[in-house]
């Protein structure tokens, strides 16, 4: 495979994902993601919708920037999840041209992940590597003894034609922590669907990096078709560990 292609599926392997969260970071929502080690697995509740991500950042003089990222999402009974992410999150006009056209499948029957290359109609397999005992979690949680964060319940309302917690959590930045003269106010509103078992909604206002936006839409709660997360027949499979994906610390 080309190294520009293979640059291509690193950048979408990295995008928002339903099964492991939104990445905590500036910018867009990327996935903290590692091929080949399982996320988060739920059976019983399957799915299909629209995710979109969306960060705007406003410069001192006033100048915006504004990123956008979206992709389909798809999980069945069995908990087996399908992503399929736009090649928009690429910066340029020819961007979509350079990239291969790629879904991603987590299969928690068959103890694997797989990369597809609709393209080319190829597919990589990448056995799960399982978590050491006692490994520590991903990402960081809320920790609601720190003084500087609060966190308050925003009660229940519908998100998308479904049901969904919300939460505020806002985190205080002292004066002088991090260079700052005054204190920096982060404020997080989450929205978690108890059936789904996952963030529908989220919005980020971090002075530092702008305000972004992660939700879904076109939720539809059906079972999707079982082909979706399998590889095609005619495709041709090669088995290997793919290249770790890093992540930026969380601010």
């Known amino acids: 495979m080309r190294l520009q292609a293979v640059v291509c599926i690193l950048m979408l392997a990295g995008g928002a994902s339903a099964q492991r969260g939104p ?148 985190r205080t930045i002292p004066a002088g922590e991090i260079g700052n003269a005054q204190p920096i106010q982060i404020i997080t509103e989450r929205w978690y669907s108890p059936e789904l078992q996952a963030v529908i909604l989220e919005r980020r206002t971090d002075p530092r990096f702008g305000e972004s936006t992660y939700q879904w839409t076109n939720i539809v709660r059906v079972e999707p078709p079982s082909t979706l997360f399998a590889v095609p027949a005619d495709f041709q499979t090669s088995q290997g560990p793919a290249p770790r994906l890093g992540r930026a610390p969380r601010p």
């Open 23 to 170: 990445f905590r970071g500036p910018g867009l929502r990327l996935l903290d993601a590692q091929p080949g080690r399982p996320g988060q697995i739920v059976k019983g509740a399957p799915y299909s919708a629209e995710v979109s991500s969306e960060t705007t950042q406003v410069l001192a003089d006033g100048n915006k920037i504004r990123q956008t990222y979206s992709e389909r999402l798809y999980r069945d009974s069995e908990g087996r999840t399908r992503r399929e992410p736009s090649l928009s999150l690429l910066p340029g006009p020819d961007s979509a041209g350079c990239c291969p056209r790629v879904a991603f499948i987590d299969d928690p029957v068959a103890s694997a992940s797989y990369v597809l290359d609709l393209g080319r109609r190829s597919a990589n397999r990448i056995p799960w590597q399982q978590r050491p005992p006692n490994a520590p979690g991903r990402g960081r949680a809320n920790n609601p003894s720190d003084p500087n964060s609060k966190t308050e319940s925003l009660g229940r309302q519908l998100i998308a034609g479904v049901s969904a917690e919300g939460t505020r959590i806002t």
